[in-house]
């Protein structure tokens, strides 16, 4: 008998949040983060029977939709036109900077595809460089390399912001 | 964590994922799951059985042919102008993706540039 | 008999010239050479659309924004060509083919308005514009990846706001390209 967690509908009411925030902040396109989102679930369903355990099925949910979106943004190597085409501003916690917060996001948007992707991990899934490496399939050295670049971009770019 | 790092974690909250999402994908994967029914077809009269019927049958059938036949010619005429279309479409979204391909390389260039400038010893 | 000679000489010529006319046409719609890259490739994808074509397309594009734009977008154009081949092992050509892709373009006609190189070998992107009387009249645009190798040339005149749509908002596809086939990284 199946456990209760191990059917697509648990598996999408605890996790689309987080496989579309990823597909969104890495695509940048709301439309195209959904098709990807869709196509994770989706796959994932097709191998659901395989799925260990909820915390298996977490790490595949964030390792197949961070290499999805990476490709699908290769593809369409679009630029977000407006801060629109990303997230909404968050609703708590940021009443003090609201335009850093979008300007952030328009910058993360901007940078190449395995940054943004090593920096979305940190900062939104609060994953370790060395979950980092194992979601991504990339030396924990690099992804370091690429949190040190692309918050030195990132801090730089903001630096009249933040005073 | 400084302060760049505490504004991105506010910055990169997770968004919820559009609503019906769900449902979309929970529909999508139950029709991938049903089977396959094949159509049915009724069993054929033979002709020799509709005798009494049979002259009208081959005036309607003359007439419907001229009227398909006509109706077949706008119908091949749509058919090739949505594969037009489609060509079009296909062109210039080719066409598009390799542009923002090139805007892509040039921006990495600016990052990579920056990123060079920002390590040169002062 | 001096009449069958002239006959047979101005057929001889009638021939010789068309066969030069439709080679200089091949030349105008796709001005290289691809057919030992289409033997080599996995998969190939061609749209050849002429001036006839478009015109043809257009009146089946609907009232959406995406064929609004594209109905704008192709209204003055004489061709849209495209090829695409994808192979399936990184590297399936090589730096010299894609020099001799890039020599027809080296004519005074033409200037080269892009030229990027990436840091991995075969990862270039090179726009061309054709330029008659100050006017662009063509592009045409040579996109080099490991296992894709894209060439699209249009004709016609082509306006900066054109290229900004085609590059902004144009044609992010309902189904995004080709299908995502199973990684290995899919693997649970």
């Given amino acids: ?163 | 964590m400084d302060e760049i790092e505490k504004a991105l974690k506010t910055a990169l909250q997770r968004e919820p994922a559009p609503s019906g999402f769900a449902d979309q994908v929970l529909r999508k994967a139950s029709m991938r799951s049903m089977p396959v029914v094949p159509p049915v077809f009724p069993p054929l009269v033979p002709w020799w059985r509709m005798f009494p019927v049979r002259w009208a049958v081959a005036g309607v059938v003359v007439v419907a042919c001229m009227v398909g036949g006509v109706a077949e010619h706008a119908r091949q005429q749509r058919i090739r102008g949505e594969q037009a279309r489609q060509k079009v479409l296909l062109a210039l979204r080719i066409t598009g993706t390799k542009l923002r391909q090139v805007q892509r390389q040039v921006v990495q260039r600016q990052v990579d540039k920056s990123d060079e400038e920002g390590a040169e010893p002062r | 008999m001096k009449i069958k000679h002239a006959a047979i000489f101005l057929l001889a010529i009638f021939l010789l010239l068309m066969a030069f006319s439709n080679r200089a046409y091949a030349q105008a719609t796709f001005p290289v050479d691809t057919t030992k890259l289409a033997e080599r490739a996995d998969e190939t994808t061609t749209v050849s659309l002429d001036k006839n074509m478009l015109q043809f397309a257009s009146r089946f594009l609907s009232s959406n924004d995406e064929d609004r734009e594209a109905r704008r977008i192709i209204a003055n154009l004489d061709g849209i060509y495209v090829r695409t081949f994808e192979f399936k092992t990184p590297n399936a050509y090589s730096a010299s083919e894609l020099e001799a892709f890039r020599r027809p373009f080296a004519g005074p006609e033409w200037s080269h308005i892009v030229s990027v190189h990436g840091k991995e070998p075969n990862e270039d992107t090179d726009i061309y514009m054709r330029l008659v009387n100050g006017e662009v009249r063509g592009m045409f645009i040579l996109a080099a990846e490991k296992e894709e190798l894209t060439f699209v040339h249009i004709l016609g005149p082509i306006k900066p706001e054109d290229l900004d749509q085609l590059s902004g908002n144009f044609g992010i596809p309902k189904r995004h390209g080709t299908k995502q086939q199973p990684r290995k990284e899919d693997e649970l």
Wanted: charged fraction near 30%; avoid cysteine; proline fraction near 4%.
């Fill in chain 1, 1 to 163: 008998m199946n456990p209760s967690w191990r059917t697509l509908e648990a598996l999408l009411d605890k996790h689309q949040a987080m496989v579309f925030s990823i597909a969104l902040r890495i695509t940048g396109n709301r439309e195209l983060a959904e098709e990807v989102a869709q196509d994770v679930f989706l796959e994932l369903h097709r191998r659901l029977e395989s799925v260990q355990s909820e915390e298996h099925a977490l790490f595949w949910l964030r390792k197949v939709a961070a290499h999805r979106t990476i490709d699908a943004a290769r593809r369409t190597a679009r630029m977000p036109e407006t801060v629109a085409d990303v997230a909404d501003l968050p609703g708590e916690g940021n009443q003090a900077d609201p335009l850093l917060a979008q300007r952030l996001q328009q910058l993360v948007a901007e940078l190449p595809e395995k940054m943004k992707a090593v920096i979305v991990l940190r900062y939104q899934e609060d994953l370790m460089p060395e979950e980092i490496s194992q979601t991504l399939s990339m030396p924990v050295a690099t992804v370091k390399s690429n949190l040190q670049r692309g918050l030195e971009i990132l801090r730089r770019k903001t630096e009249r912001v933040l005073r």
